[in-house]
């Protein structure tokens, strides 16, 4: 069996008591991660469940997968043989499913090694995908009903994602739950603000280790202004990414036709935007096609730094200083953040 196998699965949404145990006798152990939903389940996509051997031997084990009541799978269970640090991506199809409304879904996970050894890890997840429509930014909302809602908390605040696509834009609006919002200053200064980083890349995208190599991914960074909001471009595909560990001014990098709204009201903030598909060459818009897409919520003075790629089920050793880049009025934790290769996808509509 080859190391990598191909498992379309869920992503989490919410990681609400998300965690992972082991049992039985030492032995080499591995990782297991459920990762998103691209298509939703009344629509029999395949799902995907990772798993990673991080020893110096070879694992050998089978992996089982329980989902939701009402879904119907392929199969419910796979063997594997992972080399060692090698990661196997396991597919289990959805022969029939049906979608909540909240857009959560339970799934739990068990490797049980040669040995007897278990690794159980149990999830939420949700189905993280774009569907086709073109909004209208102006700070409505009305437009936003069909868009798939991809729910998070942190510190008791939530934070909800939705996003849409067509040939010529890719939409997104993330509502933030907050008690205040702290526009960009004026002058361009140091000063702590809240903002929205979003990073965007193609599917095989990697973040890598070094700060001489290259970035595969676009990044922006959404604030209020006086005028509304501002949307900067903070990171390009080819290059270094030595420059995501230095504070560039933002002058001088707003996102030329990219629409932008920023409102606060009754202690929500509302992050609106559409960026330009041409912003974004590497990445084509097609339905079923897949993507990496992850977001920052900076709030200083409420729950610090909010992080999709820890709510989605990262595992730890995938934070990476590289993968986001600093900018003046950003204030980080002592440990970076995540890597922002999330899984997320183009669909046709939400249903």
């Given at each position: 069996m080859s190391p990598r196998l191909v498992l379309l699965v869920m992503v989490a949404a919410m990681l609400p008591g998300c965690g992972?145990?082991?049992?039985?006798?030492?032995?080499p152990a591995v990782a297991i991660r459920a990762e998103n939903l691209t298509v939703t389940p009344s629509t029999g996509p395949v799902t995907h469940v990772l798993v990673h051997n991080p020893g110096a031997t070879p694992y050998r084990g089978t992996v089982?997968?329980?989902f939701p009541d009402t879904w119907k799978m392929n199969v419910t269970r796979h063997d594997v043989a992972i080399q060692p640090r090698e990661t196997a991506r396991l597919a289990f199809a959805i022969e029939r499913g049906a979608d909540a409304a909240s857009n959560t879904y339970p799934v739990r996970v068990a490797a049980v090694g040669g040995d007897g050894?278990?690794?159980?890890?149990?999830?939420?997840?949700?189905?993280?995908?774009?569907?086709?429509?073109?909004?209208t930014i102006d700070g409505r909302f009305e437009d936003w009903n069909d868009a798939i809602p991809v729910t998070f908390a942190t510190g008791g605040k939530k934070t909800?994602?939705?996003?849409y696509w067509s040939r010529r834009r890719f939409s997104l609006l993330v509502v933030v739950e907050e008690d205040a919002l702290k526009p960009l200053p004026e002058n361009?200064?140091?000063?702590?603000?809240?903002?929205?980083?979003?990073?965007?890349?193609?599917?095989?995208?990697?973040?890598?280790?070094?700060?001489?190599d290259k970035a595969r991914r676009y990044e922006f960074l959404l604030a209020a202004t006086k005028t509304g909001g501002a949307c900067f471009a903070l990171m390009r595909p080819g290059e270094r990414l030595s420059v995501a560990t230095t504070?560039?001014?933002?002058?001088?990098?707003?996102l030329a036709d990219a629409q932008v709204n920023v409102v606060h009201r009754d202690g929500v903030t509302y992050y609106e935007c559409a960026v330009p598909m041409k912003a974004m060459p590497e990445i084509r818009p097609d339905p079923g096609r897949e993507f990496c897409f992850s977001v920052l919520v900076h709030d200083p003075d409420g729950t610090g730094l909010r992080d999709w790629g820890e709510a989605a089920g990262l595992w730890p050793w995938?934070?990476?200083?590289?993968?986001?880049?600093?900018?003046?009025?950003?204030?980080?934790?002592?440990?970076?953040?995540?890597?922002?290769k999330v899984e997320w996808g183009f669909?046709?509509?939400k249903h």
């Open positions: 992972e145990r082991r049992t039985g006798p030492a032995a089982t997968a329980t050894t278990e690794v159980v890890r149990s999830q939420t997840i949700a189905c993280a995908s774009a569907p086709y429509f073109n909004p909800v994602i939705r996003t361009g200064g140091h000063a702590a603000c809240d903002a929205l980083q979003v990073a965007i890349s193609p599917r095989d995208a990697e973040t890598a280790a070094s700060a001489g504070d560039r001014p933002l002058a001088g990098r707003e995938q934070r990476n200083r590289l993968a986001w880049c600093s900018w003046p009025g950003a204030t980080w934790l002592a440990d970076p953040p995540f890597d922002n669909c046709s509509s």
